[in-house]
DNA sequence: CATGAATGAGGATTCATTCAT
DNA sequence: AATGAATGAATCCTCATTCAT
């Protein structure tokens, strides 16, 4: 009934937690959430089935973590770039760092990003938590540019919609989805996009 | 195993495939290719479980014939919008029409498309099907502007790229995201980046 | 999800279900409702677990049904006695008549009856159904020693302690507890108590 | 398997298997003995699910040490009251005060007595020591009464019955089963009953 | 003695698919 | 072709018991 779940204070129980959820990382990635088992999670994790439990409600609390673990990852880059912007802002030159930056994510986590999403649909909170973090990267890019002296009319619009171009782009990228597309030509027209949008 | 599927000829039969297809459709839509089991399709269809099994090889056949369903109801709009360009481009008039319908189209579809694109990373042929329509509707567009007298220097991604930027925004405006984001602005910002890719 | 049970209306699935129902009544009475698992239930039914869902909501659901077929069993005997009671009144031969309908019952009953009977303080409906079960017990007595003509004070609560009594030695004499007893000479005495309880 | 457990000799440890029969005794009580796991047993206890191995051999272990708990509950004020028996025998005066006393005991115990009592059915051992509780209570009392200089014949099944109606009428009054019945009404009754067993 | 993390068998339930009618 | 009852493997989760520390 009412559950105890271990909140791991212990080294080896952090480590052991951390185990699982990696775990329900790699296989939601490889298959999918709903093909994946907690059998299977335990097994990859080389813990019993049992001790799962003792570390997550249950399966889609498993999730969750491995959600929060995928935003840490998407974000954390992205916060680092702005972090170490510098001087005057060279929007051409920030705009193709971005990029590659979101490629390179795009590229790590595409397949979890793709297991993780389709549930927005059906889950309320996935679905809070990746609306919330697409508008904390609009902000954190608003206020480093505000920040270092630019400034245009209705900038969150222009950030927004730069950052849908970008993953719209890496998702292109990442997969090689069309053979008929130069991947290179594609970059730069993408570049040029947000070099007119920021002037 | 592999029993033989009906294909068929008689006006009942067809009319009953379509029915489980339409059940399929709604039922996806609303709770996830996962979530729904083929019980409640063949309720909502008003056939019974086995004669599902006489129409289609298994669930995942029931799918594959909904995405067919699908990718007609997102391809044939945008045919025919290109069918109706008459006399000179006014490229930005047209990129304002072609918005309203992607938008329209995606608002009708938002929930199947969630649904079936989130097999793409574990199923090969919905996969090769999302890039085919994407392919297509590159094509389309590309050889209408071509016809019309339009001619740039990397057309294909020019127009890949703008397929990208209006799905992205037609997704945002949807949902409707973001409480910050004035999506009116946004649209113009669109059109206007539109513009400028085709000069 | 919402589940559809089959009220069965064709004989062969009335039939199966009384099959499940009977197999339950027979496992909850050789060992106990929790010591019995659904598979075990199937099994003996001859049919798979599957289907036992088919037919009922979940294994407590089958528990009510043997409690309903239980309370037939019991109540069922009692009711044909009193309905058969013709001319005057003779007490102690009725009571007689009643104590070895009551031993009877209870000898076939007796282990259903523990194993259901231990629900009552978990579950609020095999509560509520047992005290019933008492209470139109106590009815149907009293209702006929009236209709013959039978009047006293405090008739209720002189029936309502018959049977308990009556009980209390069917659950004694089936069980043979004591060997210090003598049940013949027992009875002897239960029958005189129920004697001068109603003059 | 079968480890030595430890018989605990100093205060301490009989201290701590006390807190574990007493926290087993009262969840038992309060949710049944199936519905009642360990973890929850040591965790009322204060003390840790492993060394709850340490003074019993299993889960039905703890339920036998509860089991003679409530029997010394239950046995203990019927001997203290009959060994406070004093001067001439008053058995309207007696039958009251013990019904009192078990109605009171009932009333503390009720709800252990039906956990533990359920189990009689598929535990030997259960079964035998409340047979054996009737038993003694049945010798207790009838010794008293023939020290008291009572005699009549088939004494121990007058005793018996005695008990049984007193258990029969305490059951009833606890848990106020139906609302038709006038309890107060019914002592009164019982009460007469247990006069003329007596003569 | 004590802890509480860990084990893994077991149990209730679901559901894609088959089959008797 | 059609029905819907039937199958049984698969899945999530629990819990008595053990074990490393």
Request: hydrophobic fraction near 40%.
């Given at each position: ?27 939601f ?32 609390d498993?999730m ?46 595409a ?18 938590k990746?609306?919330a ?67």
């Open positions: 009934m009412a559950e105890n779940i271990r909140e791991p204070k212990q080294q080896r129980s952090i480590e052991k937690k951390r185990k699982i959820t990696e775990a329900g990382y790699e296989l990635a490889e298959k999918g959430y709903f093909n994946t088992n907690t059998a299977e999670i335990a097994k990859r994790a080389g813990v019993s089935t049992g001790i799962v439990y003792g570390y997550f409600h249950d399966k889609r498993i969750l973590d491995v959600l929060d673990i995928y935003i840490g990852n998407v974000f954390g880059p992205i916060i680092a770039l702005f972090d170490n912007v510098e001087g005057d802002l060279d929007i051409k030159a920030l705009a193709s760092e971005i990029l590659d930056k979101v490629v390179e994510t795009h590229k790590k986590n397949a979890i990003h793709e297991a993780l999403h389709s549930l927005t649909s059906t889950d309320k909170i996935v679905d809070t990746f609306r973090l697409e508008g904390e990267m609009t902000n954190k890019i608003t206020d480093t540019l505000i920040k270092h002296g630019y400034s245009n009319d209705y900038l969150l619009e222009r950030v927004h919609t730069s950052i849908n171009i970008f993953q719209a782009y890496a998702h292109e990228a990442v997969f090689d989805n069309h053979t008929y597309i130069d991947y290179v030509k594609m970059r730069e027209i993408v570049i040029n996009i947000i070099e007119s949008l920021f002037k």
